[in-house]
């Protein structure tokens, strides 16, 4: 998986190279996706080290059961949400927050106690990314 990461980090590195310099702003839009994935590239190499100095010792773990069906629906939700964002049905932020909000339902089986956090999260990390996108690296956010 880290391998598969890092080969998708490395062609957004090729992809963004040729990107020129901002007009208005001094970093232009480069730098924020090149230091994503040579950030990402780092972490999936800090994981990999310790995997190919010494044998992996697999000890069972009683308290984790895989849930595949639980991957594929946050893959297909995430799939929804970037097909969706493409439409531009809904700006970035209520999208986001819906996607957050939907996606940690789901994950924590929608209990009750947990969907005032969830939707707390989803609200402050849609706004914020938001705010910090538009305001701090002045991206252009797909919106309506």
Do not use: H, K, N
Not at 83 to 94: E, H
């Amino acid at each position: 998986m880290a391998a598969a990461f890092i080969a998708g980090c490395l062609a957004v590195l090729w992809e963004t190279r040729d990107i020129p310099p901002g007009t208005f702003e001094p970093l232009g839009s480069a730098p924020v996706p090149q230091g994503v994935a040579a950030l990402i590239i780092a972490l999936c190499l800090a994981v990999i080290a310790p995997a190919l100095r010494r044998p992996a010792e697999v000890a069972p773990d009683p308290g984790y059961t895989p849930r595949p069906l639980d991957a594929a629906m946050v893959a297909g939700l995430t799939i929804a949400y970037v097909a969706m964002m493409q439409a531009r049905l809904l700006d970035f932020a209520p999208l986001t927050a819906l996607f957050l909000f939907v996606t940690i339902a789901f994950l924590t089986r929608l209990r009750l106690r947990a969907m005032p956090t969830a939707a707390l999260v989803a609200v402050v990390t849609g706004w914020g990314c938001q705010y910090v996108f538009t305001r701090v690296f002045v991206v252009d956010l797909p919106g309506l």
